[in-house]
């Protein structure tokens, strides 16, 4: 297979005073295999969450592959040496911040060093991938700086070291709520997948993941709905029942609570 190794620029390669600046993020697609080497690193850090097909990473001296839901992550001023592997196609998505607060954030996540790392839940963190570059390319710097830091809590391996099989269970749940959130959550059958009461799932559920299940799908739920609201023609009342409510009144209730506008005013204001 041919390989194609890319010539980088980095103009966006540069330090920040500021609390988290987002240098650049995205999303890669390609058929051919594609080399990024940086021998001398960059600036601030990098994180890649692998969509689709392996990606080789060369981590002081040594290969490391990264497979389809893992994460690539290379710290400040270290080599940057890494591989797409099309099969038949490579995906990823990516970001580089810095800022004053950065390197202490890596550190509260545990992140101590450049290389693999097994996010709690791949979707989720897909998720917030997503919604730091649409935030980022939109301009709006408050909120995908405040979705980066979940993104990087989201590959925290802390909470691994202790981990046990309630808690790999809840992550599990937690995974089919990202999944499947439009979907009504039966408490009861998910404490008993866990094999625990239904009080002590959603104790343990809301310590592992910081927010209850019932609040987790209300907020993807919502997410999904600005995302139709900013970029679909749909009407309020179809994307009401895409996101999980029957009622469009009540979703237009609780869409006004939980973003001080309503779903039409909200639209409006995105696309002005």
Known sequence: MNEKVK??????????????????????????????????GRVDIFISLVQKSPMLA????????????????????????????????????????????????????GITASGRYLPVSPSETERLFRLVVRYHLAGDDLSAVSYLMRLVSSISPTTEKTDSTVRRLIRKEA????????REIDLDEAAARCNISRTRFTHLFTEVMGTSPRKMQTELRIEKARELLA????????????????????????????????????????KK
């Open 58 to 109: 060369r981590i002081k001296g040594e290969n490391v592959i990264i497979k389809e839901g893992e994460v690539l992550v290379f710290l400040k001023d270290e080599p940057q040496d890494y591989t797409h592997i099309p099969d038949p196609v490579s995906e990823t998505c990516w970001v580089h911040f810095c800022g004053t607060a950065a390197d202490e954030l890596i550190k509260k996540a």
């Open 175 to 182: 995974e089919n709520i990202a999944v499947r959130f439009t």
């Open 7 to 40: 010539i980088f620029e980095d103009k966006t390669n540069f330090s920040s005073d500021e609390f988290l600046h987002i240098n650049s993020c995205g999303f890669t697609r390609d058929r051919a295999q594609l080399r990024i080497y940086r021998p001398s």
């Open 231 to 270: 970029f679909s023609d749909l009407s309020v009342a179809e994307i009401s029942e895409q996101c999980g409510y029957s009622d469009p009144l009540y979703f237009s209730r609780l869409f006004t609570k939980l973003n001080s506008v309503s779903p039409v005013k909200f639209r409006k204001g995105f």
